[in-house]
């Protein structure tokens, strides 16, 4: 306390020149020697405290009273007579003084100071000594946030974020943050908000209700909801769901007080701070135009569009350093895809066309276990690792899927369909004990390890262009074909079924070559699950889709008719349109299966059934007779063997379908509406695991489904993926080893976030780094990297 004395006689002096003729001066009688430039700490303390004693001052705070006495006699008929003799005469001169002292100047409660409406104290006490510690602050501040573009790396970037940086305003500048606060009114919009609430609840207290305004039988109801003869309030509801209101955002108060702080930062130097590095790479990240980013940056709310692009630069010569350093001591996997972009340039060009730019986007992946247990992955892979020889080992049980499992795993996504579907089926349900899937192989969630390559000037659709995609990737990451052969090296590579074909055939069409390095030998392409999932897709489109008229009951093209679904059709090119159409055929076809072996009508009546009987015992016998492939000789053959019933043709005896009227049916027809329902629902199971288990991250539950669809396309048009998953089957049971199918299991799936349920497929990775090329480039008659 006594250097806080010290400090106060200090201010006073500086403050208040005037002291040194004031009476106090003249009362001033000294018995201790005065303190030198070389005395210590200690003995000036002493000196002031005997300062202190001899004028007989209870505090130091008597020093102002003193002096405004002496202002007040000597000015009385200046214009601040009035306010000083306000200030001496009020009782509360003393507790405010000592609450500037001894608390924080931005307290709360500065409005209640006497000195609040004082121009006086404010201009010549307050407001100097409050000035020099917020400039004290925000120099320090400065320097906190203080980030040269030439020394920012991935690492500085992945720690800036808005939280940390609230945290360092808070701790560096707490006065400057507490002023802030008071000046955007936080304290009052919080203490406002706490007396709604109160209001809100003694009003629900007094009424005697649980606070449901909206169903209150109030007389000031809008007369659009009055139903005269009918339930008003059911019709209120049922226009609130069909027009329900967005929820309200709430401010971000921290957040608009870290951007005051950091522009009040920003205005003392002419560099950027984290805040505006943050933003301005956000923006550039985002595709935001130049000019907006000019404005903002002119507001001081993010750096210049110039300062973004060096930064830019510089984090990427920073990763090129560190994914160079990775693959020479790490396994990786090498993606590309092509990336196909239309330019709008028909009025700059000669034949008044458009100009397709034909490149290629190329990625690194490396596993994302780092652990200890994953030292295989230091080691790259040989030519003993993978042994194409061996597919000559390959049989029909090779194809076989674990139908155990998918009976599993249809009984767990059929219990998500009905709790998603009624509240009071997943109460009833959530009563037993619910079933979970079975992990085989699960992805450990962590963030991907991925580098995405520069864009290449070549076209991977055509077989010449394609060897020069390897071996500009080669060359970009010092690992050419000559190093493979020298290190008896093997490198995965995938992509969609083109970059797989093309890949092949430029190593088949070298196959006479000599070295390694010309044969192309070293790669191993294999397809990649998203584009995989699309074939999937196309192919139970194709199989259930029946007549083009809808004449086919249970079909897609019935439903589509239905529900005026106009982009469904045998070329929709719009996959998560299909998508969501299918699964929502799957769901209903689900439910309606489920209502069919309970005989109710309804989900009311399912629901009062599963009170009564085991709904687990129901869900197991539909999944089990979905997937046995006896269900459908049954239904054809009676147990002799006799054909159950007769070949479908005109009968004289049998109901014409279209007619409502007629007779009933002497069912001597097979239901095949009903076969064709059960064949849909086994594919969409089959359908609804393999996504699953992408977002899962669990590749051992994909592999039993890419084994199941390998089958069912040996039967359709897509040859190409029937004999590609075919191939990748091959690879998984006989041609890789332990440690190459480990490399195919831990990278097959990535997760970009490091969030659960978030993993996604490889080349659907590089479809995004693909869309974030063509957002980045510029329609322009001038190429575009």
Not at 1 to 8: D, T
Not at 466 to 488: A, H, L, N, S
Not at 555 to 567: D, H, Q, R, V
Request: neutral net charge.
């Amino acid at each position: 306390m006594s250097v806080a004395w010290l400090v106060v006689w200090l201010a006073v002096c500086c403050l208040c020149p005037s002291l040194v003729h004031s009476p106090l001066h003249q009362r001033f009688y000294p018995t201790m020697a005065p303190p030198t430039a070389d005395s210590p700490v200690g003995r000036r303390v002493e000196y002031v405290l005997e300062l202190i004693k001899d004028l007989d001052l209870h505090s130091p705070l008597y020093v102002f009273e003193m002096q405004l006495r002496a202002a007040q006699d000597a000015g009385r008929k200046t214009t601040r007579y009035k306010a000083a003799k306000y200030i001496l005469d009020d009782d509360r001169f003393i507790t405010s003084m000592t609450t500037i002292m001894t608390f924080d100047i931005a307290a709360p409660n500065i409005e209640s100071l006497f000195f609040s409406n004082s121009g006086a104290l404010l201009d010549s006490v307050v407001t100097p000594i409050l000035g020099k510690e917020l400039d004290a602050e925000m120099e320090n501040l400065v320097r906190v946030w203080r980030c040269p573009i030439d020394e920012i790396t991935p690492e500085k970037l992945l720690a800036m974020n808005y939280g940390q940086m609230r945290k360092e305003a808070k701790e560096t500048a707490p006065r400057t943050w507490k002023m802030v606060e008071l000046l955007v009114g936080k304290e009052h919009n919080r203490a406002n908000r706490r007396k709604r609430q109160k209001q809100a609840g003694d009003g629900d207290a007094a009424e005697g209700g649980g606070g449901e305004g909206i169903d209150s039988d109030s007389e000031n109801e809008d007369t659009e909801w009055e139903d005269v003869g009918g339930d008003g309030k059911a019709k209120w509801k049922r226009k609130k769901k069909q027009h329900p209101q967005k929820p309200k955002v709430r401010k971000d108060v921290d957040l608009m007080i870290l951007g005051t702080v950091a522009v009040m930062s920003y205005t003392r130097t002419n560099r950027a701070n984290k805040f505006q590095l943050v933003n301005g790479y956000y923006l550039n990240a985002a595709n935001c135009p130049k000019r907006p980013r000019a404005v903002m940056a002119r507001f001081g709310f993010c750096m210049t569009y110039e300062s973004t692009i060096r930064v830019v630069r510089h984090i990427s010569l920073c990763v090129k350093d560190i994914y160079m350093e990775m693959v020479q001591n790490e396994l990786f996997i090498e993606i590309w895809d092509n990336l196909n972009q239309m330019y709008r340039v028909k009025s700059r060009t000669i034949t008044h066309q458009e100009h397709l730019s034909n490149e290629t986007q190329p990625y690194l992946l490396f596993v994302s276990d780092r652990t200890e247990s994953s030292d295989w992955r230091k080691e790259p892979l040989t030519n003993e690792n993978i042994r194409r020889e061996r597919a000559l080992d390959m049989e029909i049980a090779d194809l076989e899927p674990n139908f155990d499992l998918l009976r599993h795993a249809s009984f767990v996504h059929g219990c998500n369909i009905l709790m998603e579907s009624s509240k009071p089926l997943a109460a009833l349900m959530a009563k037993d004990s619910l079933p979970s899937h079975v992990k085989i192989h699960q992805i450990p969630v962590r963030p991907a390890v991925a580098f995405p390559l520069p864009t290449l000037r070549l076209n991977e659709g055509r077989i010449d262009e394609t060897i020069k995609v390897i071996q500009e990737i080669g060359k970009e990451i010092r690992i050419e074909g000559p190093v493979y052969e020298e290190k008896d090296m093997i490198q995965l590579t995938g992509g969609d079924f083109a970059t797989v074909r093309n890949t092949n055939k430029a190593a088949f069409q070298r196959a006479d070559a000599t070295t390694v390095a010309e044969s192309l030998s070293f790669v191993e392409p294999t397809i990649e699950m998203f584009h995989f999932t699309m074939s999937v897709l196309t192919m139970i489109l194709h199989t259930h889709f029946g007549r083009p008229d809808g004449k086919d009951y249970a079909s897609i093209a019935k439903f589509k008719e239905l529900l005026g679904f106009e982009k469904i059709g045998l070329n929709c090119k719009d996959f998560r349109t299909l998508e969501f159409f299918l699964l929502d055929m799957f769901k209903a076809h689900f439910l309606a299966a489920v209502l069919t072996l309970a005989v109710q009508a309804d989900m009311a009546g399912l629901e009062k059934w599963f009170e009564e009987h085991s709904w687990d015992q129901l869900l197991k016998y539909l999944c089990s007779s979905v997937f046995d492939p006896l269900t459908m000789q049954r239904r054809k053959f009676k147990d002799s063997g006799q054909v159950r019933f007769k070949p479908a043709g005109p009968k004289t005896k049998t109901a014409n379908p279209e007619d409502t009227s007629a007779m009933k049916d002497e069912g001597i027809i097979r239901d095949i509406a009903m076969d064709n329902a059960l064949l849909f629902l086994r594919d969409m199971m089959v359908y609804r695991e393999l996504t699953d288990a992408c977002k899962t991250g669990d590749s051992g539950r994909l592999v039993e489904c890419i084994k199941y669809f390998a089958v069912c396309f040996q039967a359709t048009r897509q040859f190409n993926y029937a004999a590609e998953s075919i191939h990748l089957i091959a690879c998984l049971e006989h041609i890789w080893d332990d440690k190459a199918r480990r490399v195919w299991m831990d990278t097959v799936l990535m997760n970009p976030s490091g969030l659960p349920f978030k993993f996604v497929a490889r080349d659907l990775f590089n479809e995004w780094l693909n869309r974030d090329g063509k957002d980045m480039s510029t329609s322009s008659a001038s190429y575009t990297s």
